[in-house]
T-cell receptor
Framework: DARVTQTPRHKVTEMGQEVTMRCQPI?????VFWYRQTMMQGLELLAY????????DSGMPKDRFSAEMPDATLATLKIQPSEPRDSAVYFC?????????????FGAGTRLSVL | KQEVTQIPAALSVPEGENLVLNCSFT??????LQWFRQDPGKGLTSLLL?????REQTSGRLNASLDKSSGRSTLYIAASQPGDSATYLC???????????FGKGTTLSVSS
């Protein structure tokens, strides 16, 4: 059963520390998305890639966040330095940019708490 | 800028009731619309996807309709069950393969 895998599932860290979240998209999917979910803002796009190239990172605070796809099987989201306001659930999703279906499949998320 | 609104924010119903969840969007030029389910502490599960050229999609007890011109979609759940308790999210894309724009969801509680 193909699925998007995110690690870690939970992360507790102190303010100022670096945080790295990883995502393994579904094999064969060419588009990867990073979303953040908070109680106040709901789900919002941070960045997304197609064929490993970044297409839109306008939702990401550039001074502390960075997103990369070192290869087709791994996407990373880094926060350095982390701040308490970064506490949220971070979701990765993958999909195919083809035709009408265009369904995005979501991972279980990384729940980040910055103390 | 596309905005998605879901009403109500929360809904409590007794088991067996039919119910409707509402979703509205400000820009009618959407590519498609998806309804998701999210259980507490879990990821999102896609329930139904309606392409912009379609009017409705059905899956089991779920039926989603789309009225693009008025910027509205509804999710109809028939004969609700306690297992339907979850948060339901509506999301649109403006172009193929682009990011989803989400509403804040409706949290449904079905009591037995």
């Amino acid at each position: 059963d193909a699925r998007v895998t995110q690690t870690p599932r939970h992360k507790v860290t102190e303010m100022g520390q670096e945080v790295t979240m990883r995502c393994q998209p579904i094999l064969g999917h060419n588009t990867v998305f990073w979303y953040r979910q908070t109680m106040m803002q709901g789900l919002e796009l941070l960045a997304y890639f197609r064929n490993r190239a970044p297409l839109d990172d306008s939702g990401m605070p550039k001074d502390r966040f960075s997103a990369e796809m070192p290869d087709a099987t791994l996407a990373t989201l880094k926060i350095q330095p982390s701040e308490p306001r970064d506490s949220a659930v971070y979701f990765c999703a993958s999909g195919l940019n083809s035709g009408a279906k265009n369904i995005q499949y979501f991972g279980a998320g990384t729940r980040l708490s910055v103390l | 800028k596309q905005e998605v609104t879901q009403i109500p924010a929360a809904l409590s119903v007794p088991e067996g009731e039919n119910l409707v969840l509402n979703c509205s969007f400000t820009d009618s030029a959407i590519y498609n619309l998806q309804w998701f389910r999210q259980d507490p502490g879990k990821g999102l599960t896609s329930l139904l996807l309606i392409q912009s050229s379609q009017r409705e999609q059905t899956s089991g007890r779920l039926n989603a309709s789309l009225d693009k011109s008025s910027g509205r979609s509804t999710l109809y759940i028939a004969a609700s069950q306690p297992g339907d308790s979850a948060t339901y999210l509506c999301a649109v894309t403006n172009q193929a393969g682009t990011a989803l724009i989400f509403g804040k969801g409706t949290t449904l509680s079905v009591s037995s």
